[in-house]
């Protein structure tokens, strides 16, 4: 897999774009797009390479498969239909990409989850490929033979991933698969097509689709010959209804629907891990209780500080009344300083009204009390020693998940991703997970440990 380069734009028509850009981030661009010639209108409206997102022009390498991943709204559908009009009609900004022994691709097969899925979405869709063609160049949409037809001859066939079979016999010279992630069949679909790419001298195929942690996608990715363009949804917020992006942001941002959704990565989960993503997200919720009973912060702090430090593990949770525990914040903190993480754990402390500090002092020993009450001398540190290992004190914590003792408020992707990442060998990275050791620390005292007297509070 490769990431690379994508076509730059003429010096000229990138101050166009870039100036339209900045009007529609101020609510000018439908005063900008006014005051532009009719010459400057017929340009905006037919140069897709001046002013497409660089994760919608097709990277400059000799890719055999281009795998455009991207959040819902990022432009991946008028990305796949420019591609395959550039390739139909041999537009010139295709070039890189074209047949060398003729001006277009003259067959070109389009690969939906359903019939109607390439129908409603690939070809008639707003982004779709009769809608981007000026009217003279227009292909003519033939439903009861599934096909396009170029007025230059070029013929595009479209596909279902629930019939694979229909894909053997037909050769193409390049493919557009749409929505990849989600296809019936998608491992028979994609091998049969594989044998149908075989016109032309570099038969190529375009994946457009937001990421699931699918065995093909997957398996796409680790290929030498797969490059690579991914974006967010926000990179195309300003085409994109207002508000639209405010709202879902607000609801799902940092969940795993709301990275794979919105920010278009690739979410999976570890086989021998303690925890899965799909079980927290089953925990979540948005807000604990007014009253808590008790309420702890938890400390891991690292061996040492700096660039290469590991992070200070800073976790709050808190004991609701009937006996669940919420995980309140992560305030965990990357390369701080001692001072540092000692500022934040009692700044959270003060703000949650919280009973105690709990710190590991495997590490720091005296020290990290020490630094705590040279910040606050106030704040309450119990101070822990782990006596056995990290996988050793996590499972009893995973266990409390399994039995729906505990919730998250919010989302918290990073102390999440470390969750989902933890087996008997520790993290797949090898770095220490601070983080998860705070987790561990603050749902023992809270849930495995002796209970300080009970103190009613709201939040």
Request: hydrophobic residues 40%; proline residues 7%; aromatic residues 6%.
């Amino acid at each position: 897999m490769t990431n690379v380069p994508t076509s730059p734009p003429t010096p000229c028509a990138r101050r166009l774009r870039h100036a339209l850009t900045a009007c529609a981030a101020n609510d000018r661009l439908e005063q900008a797009l006014n005051a532009l010639s009719p010459a400057e209108m017929r340009f905006v409206l037919s140069d897709w390479p001046t002013f497409a997102h660089d994760h919608q022009l097709p990277p400059q390498s000799n890719w055999r498969v281009w795998l455009l991943m991207g959040g819902r709204g990022a432009g991946k559908t008028r990305a796949g239909a420019e591609w395959v009009k550039a390739m139909a009609c041999g537009e010139a900004w295709q070039s890189h990409a074209r047949r060398r022994n003729s001006g277009f691709s003259g067959r070109i097969a389009l690969v939906g989850e359903t019939f109607s899925d390439v129908r409603e979405v690939m070809v008639e869709g707003v982004s779709g490929l009769l809608s981007i063609h000026a009217k003279a160049d227009r292909p003519t949409w033939i439903p009861t033979r599934r096909r396009l037809e170029w007025p230059n001859g070029a013929v595009a066939q479209a596909f279902s991933s629930e019939d694979p079979e229909a894909l053997r016999g037909p050769q193409f010279d390049i493919a557009w698969c749409d929505e990849l992630a989600k296809w019936r069949h998608a491992e028979e679909t994609f091998d049969m097509l594989q044998f149908g790419l075989r016109l032309g001298d570099a038969p190529r195929q375009l994946v457009t689709t937001t990421p699931r942690p699918v065995p093909l996608l997957k398996r796409l990715l680790g290929l030498p010959e797969t490059a690579v363009t991914h974006a967010p949804t926000r990179a195309n917020a300003p085409f994109l209804a207002p508000g639209f992006l405010e709202a879902v942001v607000a609801r799902y941002a940092g969940t795993r629907l709301g990275r794979q959704e919105l920010d278009g990565e690739l979410i999976e989960d570890r086989p021998d891990a303690l925890w899965s993503r799909e079980r927290l997200e089953q925990l979540r919720v948005d807000r604990a209780p007014d009253h808590l009973v008790r309420i702890v912060i938890a400390i891991d702090p690292p061996a040492s500080s700096g660039r290469k430090s590991d992070a200070c593990g800073i976790i709050a949770a808190g004991l609701g009344e009937d006996g669940t525990a919420y995980v309140l914040a992560d305030r965990s903190m990357q390369r701080a300083k001692p001072s540092d993480w000692a500022v934040s754990a009692t700044a959270l402390w003060h703000g949650l009204e919280a009973d105690c500090l709990v710190a590991e002092v495997n590490q720091g020993g005296e020290m990290v009390a020490e630094v705590i009450r040279g910040v606050d001398a106030a704040v309450p540190v119990k101070q822990v020693r782990a006596t056995r290992g990290k996988f050793s004190r996590a499972e009893p914590v995973a266990m409390l998940y399994d039995q729906d003792r505990i919730r998250h408020v919010g989302a918290m992707p990073e102390l999440e991703d470390e969750m989902v990442d933890f087996g008997p060998s520790g993290l797949s990275s090898g770095r220490s997970p601070d983080r998860l050791d705070a987790l561990v620390w603050a749902i023992s005292e809270l849930l495995l440990g002796p209970r300080a007297e009970p103190k009613v509070r709201r939040l």
